[in-house]
């Protein structure tokens, strides 16, 4: 992991446990979001390092801002295919970081998201887990009571 503090370590562990917990095979699909994509690369990256230390074949891209139909041509079609270069396996896990995957029209396609925030912005409505990595070494999970806010809070343009 990128940042070693046991904190961070903690964190990033128990993300990857909630997440097999929930979808513990298959061609499984990560989404990680946020403002600031190099805060968010690394906790993808981390993310998939702890996947992999829990047994999981993880498999890792940075997107950078993609269109939908590049998304499922190039990235989601492949991996679901099995011909993603490193996802040959039937139990793997994909970890993707970029702009736009959380949007409303590509929502759907992730078995697992997270927005990863620092400082004062608005976390995205439509996500399993927030991460405030606003002190990256010590980052915290991250509840927000969405009640009142619509799904799109937070969606990227």
Sequence with gaps: MAYFSETRRDLVDGV???????TP???RLVAIEGTDPA??????????VALDAQGQIAVRRSLGDVDEATLRAETIEPFRAGTLEG???PDTVLVVDG???LNEKVRGIWHFTVW????????????????????????KRFFYDYCALPPSVGELR
């Design 39 to 48: 805060r968010v690369a690394r906790f993808a990256d981390d993310l998939a």
């Design 99 to 101: 702009r736009r995957l």
């Design 87 to 89: 996802a040959g396996d």
């Design 25 to 27: 095979r298959g061609r």
């Design 16 to 22: 990857a446990r909630e997440f097999t917990h929930l």
């Design 116 to 139: 990863v925030l620092a400082g004062d912005e608005l976390p995205h409505a439509g996500v399993n887990v927030i991460v405030d990595a606003t002190l990256e070494s010590h980052p």
